[in-house]
């Protein structure tokens, strides 16, 4: 049986990626909501967060992906060594991402662990499964409240990185982020022109300095 292709077809993006750090090793980046991280197989897919680097940065490597809706802060090494060091890193679980993110509804405690598994699910799902899910765990911490629109902003730390992570266990927990097309109720999803996660802050080891980079995007919502 043939691996379902994505019929995806990406909209064209007019945002600009913002280049936040720069030196000889690396960058940080924030990439826009509406922007594939890696250009897909499909011709018109093409346009990317790499897409354009490489355009003048041409050894430019993607360490990790934010989801075509999710907008903010990505490293980029600028070169194999740089991107074997800090993709390491990952590994180890020595990078720390933080997340901003609206969801619907009220969360009613303040912080919490969200620890639901997950697995491949209906192409391009994920899914909960107890049997053979991948453990998950994403630490949150109520930020606000808003009582008219009756959502939460929350702040988001994924101790684990699976596909979907944050989009899958907040629709787990009852409360999908606005503007998710694959995992929010249609109420949720039409409360947002867009998926309301964003990639707020990023802390690694400079593989060259060894400081420890502490990278912030301020969310745009």
């Given at each position: 049986m ?8 990406a ?12 030196d ?33 940065h041409?050894?430019?490597t ?26 390491k890193?990952f ?53 606000q ?10 702040e988001f ?65």
């Amino acid at each position: 049986m043939q691996p379902q292709a994505d019929p995806f077809i990406a909209p064209p993006c007019h945002e600009q990626i913002e280049i936040l750090y720069q030196d000889e090793y690396l960058l940080l980046i924030n990439k826009p909501s509406g922007l594939l991280s890696l250009s897909g197989k499909h011709p018109l897919n093409q346009d990317s967060a790499h897409f354009r680097l490489v355009q003048d940065h041409p050894t430019a490597t993607l360490l990790h992906r934010l989801d075509f809706g999710t907008s903010g802060i990505m490293v980029v090494a600028l070169n194999k060594a740089i991107n074997a060091h800090i993709g390491k890193q990952f590994q180890n679980g020595t990078v720390s991402k933080t997340y901003t993110a609206i969801l619907d509804g009220f969360v009613v405690d303040e912080t919490g662990m969200i620890d639901f598994p997950i697995a491949k699910g209906e192409f391009p799902l994920q899914k909960i499964c107890l049997e053979t899910g991948k453990q998950a765990l994403s630490q949150y911490r109520v930020l606000q409240k808003d009582q008219h629109n009756h959502t939460t902003r929350v702040e988001f730390t994924p101790i684990t990185g699976r596909t979907h992570q944050l989009r899958v266990h907040s629709a787990q927990i009852g409360h999908p982020i606005l503007g998710c097309d694959l995992y929010a109720t249609d109420s949720a999803f039409f409360k947002a022109k867009r998926l309301m996660l964003h990639a707020t802050r990023i802390e690694f080891d400079h593989p060259i300095t060894g400081q420890r980079i502490n990278g912030l995007s301020p969310s745009p919502f």
